[in-house]
């Protein structure tokens, strides 16, 4: 059945209709983001006037999620008097927005109940959240020019911050971070970090740097962090990641042994897991040799791929 | 042959050695990035005092090519006395670094010395100076806080810039593009801005959003920029673009149908192009119906792919 104009389509975490490939999290969003309408500020006013115009409900930076597993949302009258709207996007040309004020309480440091929320919301959902998370991100720490120190404010319906004392333009921040299986002998590399819940294992990731290119980043952070020297790196999938704005690359890559040397400042303990072992991770088992990611982290989708490669 | 410690190894674009594909621009840089010795101020000191460190010779922001074709270099008493020094890397244990001191002028924008330098350069000494530059361009537009307003100070041997006033550590951006061909029965779709040189055309681009996937980017950017839906997103190949300081990521898509759209602002004109057109654009036959990019854009690297599949 198709989602009906209006209301933000649901769709389970699970085989996708093309391939069926497993569907990265914070992905598949039904809001239309509708550049156009940003560089419009007589257009984007007059979306201010539609009574059906929807602000996400959040408490903190966390969203609300409602009995029926989706974001909460209010209605425009219901927007603090003093609050700045940013444009989410259009569904079925309904505005939805996110109300941003400067000098607002700082969030919950890993707040348990955005991680509820996320293994609660279908990835759509989750998405529209991360876009309203990765913009009040952004705004939170970019309240001044990087170029003169001056005060800076909201354009482009709240995709970007202008400087009227030198006339910089910025746009919101998204940091690209490689995150990655290296595979040797069949087996898949993973790592835990000392902030971990106890057992959870991840791939390995880090932020790609300035002149580098994927393949070359991913083959950096797993020589830096486990010491191993990596080939073929092979791209998989991408997902957005609100905690501040990152976008997610998930790759594979093959490691010429499996000798480790682990970085301890950056790595709690990095182990080689078998298929089965990663099977057993992914269906819960309780004997399995860790604890696998949610669903909506992308190390997730890396698994699933590669015990049904 | 492999390449003697310090000297940069040379390799020309051109097939790589793995799968025959062909090797992305600015990459393959043989200099280690060194990410520890960045973190501990007395080493990086000590590399300060190496009578072998390397200073890149630049002129305004544009690198000095040697009759070799490699990039020039300078020795630390060659520096400006007034410079801050940033760590670009080590090669066979040799520092090389770049210069960087506050208000020095602005470079000379789309300076056709830089794209001579690319032309010539190979994709390994293009990318040293890709390093360079994005840095460079990066400390050149942040030297405020943008938590606070307060000036800020180089740390991390150039890799960061630090707030003493509130504390915040920035860290250099990296914009992640999306550049694609869309597919549509055996043709693939170009496009020129107005800015381009007589007779080019290229992918069409843009810059992946906040709470965005690399394969929601491309569909939206082809979407808003030519008016087509794709699916099947196929990710091909990335490199970094050091103006300012992008990371590239090359992309193939299949277009629902050939009926374009046109946004005018972004784009001149926007065309389908057969395999044979994009040959004869490869092999520089005057008779081609367009002008192919550069061997160091990766828009080359995705047409080079598409005629060989």
Same mark, same amino acid.
């Given at each position: ?20 490939? &497993? ?84 969030? +919950? ?104 290119? +994927? ?14 020297? &990596? ?66 982290? +992308? ?11």
């Amino acid at each position: 059945m198709a989602a009906a104009p209006g209301s933000a389509g649901r769709a389970r975490q699970g085989r996708g209709a093309a391939g069926g490939a &497993v569907r990265p999290g914070l992905t598949g969003s039904p809001l239309d983001r509708a550049d156009k309408l940003r560089g419009d500020p007589e257009a984007f006013a007059a979306l201010l006037g539609d009574v059906r115009a929807r602000v996400l409900d959040l408490t903190s930076l966390d969203p609300v999620v409602t009995a029926e597993g989706m974001i909460g949302w209010k209605s425009l009258a219901e927007a603090h008097d003093q609050a700045e709207l940013i444009l989410l996007g259009l569904d079925g040309g309904v505005p939805h927005l996110v109300e941003w004020r400067m000098g607002q309480p700082d969030p +919950i440091p890993r707040s348990p109940a955005v991680f509820r929320a996320l293994a609660t919301l279908s990835p759509d959902q989750a998405q529209i959240y991360a876009s309203a998370r990765s913009l009040l991100e952004y705004h939170r720490r970019h309240g001044f020019c990087a170029n003169c120190g001056a005060v800076t404010r909201i354009f482009r319906a709240g995709w970007g911050r202008r400087c009227d004392a030198c006339g910089t333009e910025h746009f919101p921040r998204v940091d690209p971070v490689v995150i990655m299986l290296a595979e040797h002998d069949d087996r898949v590399l993973i790592g835990r970090s000392a902030g971990y819940p106890p057992g959870r294992y991840s791939a390995l990731a880090g932020f790609v740097e300035p002149a580098e290119s +994927i393949e070359e980043a991913v083959a950096r952070e797993l020589h830096e962090e486990a010491g191993i020297r &990596v080939s073929d790196v092979r791209y998989v999938a991408s997902q957005p990641w609100p905690f501040a704005h990152s976008l997610m690359m998930g790759c594979m890559a093959a490691a010429a042994d499996d000798a480790l040397t682990i970085d301890a400042t950056e790595l709690e303990d990095a182990i080689w897991v078998s298929r089965d072992a990663v099977r057993a991770a992914m269906a819960g088992d309780p004997d399995a040799p860790f604890l696998a990611p949610p669903p909506y982290a +992308i190390a997730h989708t890396l698994f699933a791929r590669w015990i049904d490669e």
